[in-house]
């Protein structure tokens, strides 16, 4: 390719109006290559362009690896770079010029006076001004001042008074002294420390601080002038093979149009019924303004370079050819890209199935307001109003859910057709509601509008009967037994309670749905309050005990069953079925808590199991007898159950063989034979106590290193924030069974506990609500009961603390020996640790389970036991150093004592 028209080419840069006014500043600026090569990577992107010379057509096409050249098959992708060919086609054929030869003739050509014309070169200054304005100016009006009134404070509101073309041309002449750029350059760079923080201070990302920042600071920079005696002529310019196929690729502009176009082509082969189906896909219309125009109607495609009334170049598209050229390309695997058959098919596929739910539920809704409405009984109404409660929750736009919002029933919008049914149990959400749908039908319209008013109807005729089920028999008291009373024909009675007598009804358990649907045909709503349970289980020498925690009995959690040594439970109570279910499976796992087993030729003795997530805790006695101090391992209780059936089989065959055994197994035998079983020692309080991924070798094994000594600092939110980010990391690892990367860990770290966050727990706190909630739903009852009590006795210690006691340390002589951090939270004192005590070895103890796990995840190497150290059995003169933040004794009544053997508690570690 003659250097002449490469020359020509580069001349033109990219398809921006602008673009070779950008290309002229950034030269200017005094750049290195390799920061010129990325400006002309992201100045170019992907697009091509066809010049005319001497007669012949030249086809240029270019891109940035990676964006959008997965387009192309791997055949025609275009290179790293600027192709040229003479033809209607450039990519994969012709000759490339790669950024680097760009970048480096475009700035020969700039010192030649050859690249642009005087006037462009004159009008640098300004351009670069101007658009250093522009993006301090749209910073300005993209920062969340609403939520962070405070970002007034950096910014002179002088400057951006008027409209908008002044402000940008007064802030523009403003720039040309070098003062005012230095006063908005440390404006950019304060929001950007605070945007490091919190990218919320933003509401788009567009005009970032850190992005605008760079654009200020070029400003201050030394600029090269250039001259040039080159004139403004181009060759004439044409629409290439390129060009077609991208405006082709990119669809009908509408969404999922390309998907639409993808497989009604692979499912319809016939040209008419194709052809008819492009014309509706696009309709008519389409865009311009900039360097391409684009306008489609019934009869194709028109597609322009320059002004559409006056264009550089012209390609008209009939559909008989836009379906002929989209086939073509669909059959070469050009029109959709791996990842859009992969990710975008599925997805369309998943909307269109949901479309097709709303739809109907549309038109349930339509029929049962309109059609339907007056031949439907009241009953049949009452049992279908939480479903079509469910239906147009579902079916609300977004500006109409503000109106749940309002009224404080949001939490209805996500709920199932059961949750509304419960929810409307209650008369105060049932008021609330009412006045929701009052807000709607008189802001909406159509459907919304006629649901709304029938719900707020059907609501206000609402009253409850609540039925308490003893023995049975259904017992209603007070006003709601005279209602019922009344209603089903039955015999009305009194009860003498503690307020005096009292009305009462009641029937049969048998005749329930019988009167329900009498009830509900009154227009009652029937309540039966379920008990709720929360079941704990604690080990004692005669089996496990079970009490629940939701409800006390002589100052202590009440016993609702007992699980004996032989597995036999015994019933305090009547209990649902699915509370049965629980402890039946508890009392299942109850019969390997004491087995021994061999794994990995270690000796591991089973202490606990979770009935819930079916974790075994096993105790290393192997690990245990070298070094005196205990470590568990946790497997799912499947793994466990297989390999004790396995040893048993082993142990049968080899007795019926009566071989020799191998001295390792005699010594592992010998090590099973010392131990005693578990049920026969008095048990503590249930613990977690979990080595992570024991599997997983050292060499794999990665232990975090804090160097940010204002890890930790922020406000409540932002801690909040940071804590919610690290316990979904935690979970979504644990999910996955494997350890935290690097990157993971510097999440995790940032997790600092519910010291002084007590306001994330009070459901009373407006401005909590939605951290609430977050919180609520993200933990389990016992993560989130745990949470809760620790934000009065958590609290966070600084690195800059942590640095300063292991100074003392260091100058107290401490080079190697163990450690204990016997309240290690997620493991700061560990992540601090100097080089000098790299030889040391640290066993750390964290009572509360999030802390604890997370610091396993981020210190994958040491020894973390998550029990409440009270409980910890410590070998006597093996640990040489103890330090940490010890925990509070708050709230540790006199009941909770008899859990746990506190005598000194945290002061016991002073040895």
């Known amino acids: 390719m003659p250097q002449q028209i490469i020359d020509e080419v580069l001349t033109t840069g990219g398809n921006d109006r602008d673009s070779v006014m950008r290309i002229c500043v950034q030269y200017s600026k005094n750049k290195s290559a390799e920061e010129n090569i990325a400006f002309l990577k ?143 350059t440390a404006v950019a760079d304060a929001l950007n420390r605070l945007y490091v923080d919190d990218e919320n201070i933003m509401r788009f990302r567009l005009y970032s601080p850190d992005k605008v920042l760079s654009v200020l600071e070029d400003l201050r920079l030394e600029h090269k002038t250039f001259t040039s005696d080159r004139t403004t002529q181009t060759a004439p310019s044409f629409i290439t093979e390129d060009e077609i196929d991208r405006l082709l690729t990119r669809g009908s502009g509408y969404n999922s149009g390309k998907v639409r176009i993808y497989l009604y082509f692979n499912e319809h082969t016939d040209r008419k019924e194709r052809i008819d189906f492009l014309k509706n896909e696009y309709g008519t219309g389409g865009y311009g303004g900039g360097v391409f125009n684009e306008w489609h109607d019934a009869k194709g495609i028109i597609f322009s370079r320059s002004d559409i009334m006056s264009p550089l170049a012209k390609v008209t598209i009939p559909w008989n050819k836009a379906e002929k050229r989209i086939d073509s390309l669909i059959k070469s695997n050009r029109y959709l890209t791996e990842r859009e058959i992969a990710e975008d098919i599925p997805r369309y596929r998943s909307e269109q199935e949901q479309q097709k739910i709303r739809n109907e539920k549309y038109d349930y809704l339509h029929n049962m307001i309109t059609d339907e409405w007056d031949s439907v009984s009241k009953d049949e109404r009452m049992q279908t109003l939480p479903k079509r409660l469910a239906y147009f929750t579902d079916l609300l736009e977004n500006y109409e859910k503000q ?85 089903l024909e039955i015999t009305l009675t009194r009860r003498h309670n503690e307020n005096g007598d009292i009305p009462m009804t009641g029937f049969p358990v048998h005749v329930l749905e019988r009167y329900t649907r009498i009830l509900n045909e009154s227009g009652y709503v029937v309540d039966i309050p379920q008990k709720e349970y929360d079941l704990g289980f604690g080990s004692l020498g005669n089996g496990t005990t079970v009490w629940n925690r939701l409800e006390e009995e002589n100052g202590d959690y009440k016993t609702v069953a007992h699980i004996d040594e032989t597995g036999e439970i015994k019933y305090y109570e009547d209990l649902p079925d699915d509370v049965k279910q629980r402890i039946e499976a508890q009392a299942e796992y109850d019969n390997i808590i004491g087995r021994n087993l061999v794994i990995d030729e270690r000796s591991f003795v089973v202490e606990s199991v979770d009935y819930t997530s079916g974790d075994v805790s096993m105790r290393d006695v192997t690990f245990e007898n070298n070094v005196g ?283």
């Not at 929701?436 to 509008?449: I, V, W």
């Not at 003893?470 to 007070?478: A, S, T, W």
Request: aromatic share 10%; glycine share 8%; with cysteine.
């Open 629 to 911: 101090f205990p470590i568990n391992r946790v497997e799912k209780i499947d793994v466990v159950e297989r390999i004790l059936t396995e040893q048993e089989q082993t142990a049968e065959v080899k007795q019926e063989e009566k071989s020799e055994h191998t001295e390792e197994t005699e010594q592992v035998q010998t090590e099973q034979s010392d131990l005693t079983p578990n049920f026969k020692r008095p048990k503590s309080a249930r613990v977690d106590n979990t080595v992570i991924y024991p599997e997983i070798p050292m060499s794999e094994r990665h232990n975090f290193r804090i160097t940010d000594d204002n890890l930790g600092v922020g406000g409540p939110k932002e801690k909040f924030k940071n804590n919610i980010a690290a316990i979904e990391m935690l979970k979504t690892l644990e999910e996955e069974h494997r350890l935290a990367m690097p990157e993971e860990q510097e999440i995790l770290s940032r997790y600092v506990g519910w010291g002084g966050l007590s306001d994330a727990f009070d459901e009373t706190k407006d401005n909590w609500h939605t951290e609430y909630s977050q919180l609520k739903n993200l933990l389990t009852d016992t993560e989130y009961s745990s949470a809760r009590e620790s934000s009065l006795t958590a609290f966070y210690t600084p690195p800059l603390v942590i640095r300063s006691i292991y100074n003392a340390l260091e100058n107290m002589g401490l080079k190697s020996g163990n450690i204990l951090d016997p309240s290690m939270g997620v493991g700061n004192f560990e992540g601090m640790m100097p080089d000098s005590l790299s030889g040391c070895k640290v066993y750390g103890i964290e009572l509360d389970s999030i802390s604890g796990r997370i610091a396993q995840q981020l210190y994958q190497k040491n020894s973390v036991a998550i029990q409440g150290y009270q409980n910890s059995t410590l070998p006597d003169s093996f640990f040489d150093c103890s330090f940490g933040n010890p925990a509070d004794i708050y709230g540790l009544t006199a009941e909770k004592a008899r859990y746990y053997a506190v005598p000194g508690y945290f002061k016991q570690m002073f040895f």
């Open 403 to 487: 109106y749940f919002d309002r009224h404080q029933v949001e939490d209805l919008i996500d709920k199932t057709e059961i949750g509304i049914s419960e929810a409307i149990k209650n008369p105060q959400t049932r008021q609330s509601l009412i006045d929701t749908m009052n807000d709607l039908k008189g802001y909406s319209t159509g459907l919304t509008a006629g649901c709304a008013y029938k719900f707020a109807e059907e609501l206000a005729e609402i009253r409850n009967i609540t039925l308490e089920k003893v023995g049975d028999f259904y017992e209603i008291y007070g006003e709601e037994a005279v209602e019922a009373a009344r209603v």
């Open 42 to 184: 992201n100045e170019y992107g992907t697009g091509g362009k066809g010049f005319i010379f001497d007669g012949n057509k030249v086809s240029v096409w270019w891109n940035e690896a990676g964006r959008m050249g997965e387009q192309w098959s791997e055949t025609e992708r275009p290179a790293n770079g600027i192709q040229i060919a003479y033809g209607e086609r450039a990519s994969g054929r012709g000759e490339l010029v790669s950024w680097e030869q760009a970048e480096k003739r475009i700035g020969e050509l700039l010192e030649l006076g050859r690249f642009a014309p005087q006037e462009t070169l004159d009008g640098m200054n300004e351009f670069e001004r101007r658009t250093a304005a522009v993006n301090f100016y749209e910073m300005y009006r993209d920062s969340n001042r609403d939520e962070y009134p405070e970002l007034e404070e950096y910014f002179n509101k002088e400057w951006f008074k008027g409209a908008y073309d002044d402000t940008i041309s007064r802030t523009a002449e403003l720039f040309s002294q070098t003062e005012n750029v230095i006063a908005a």
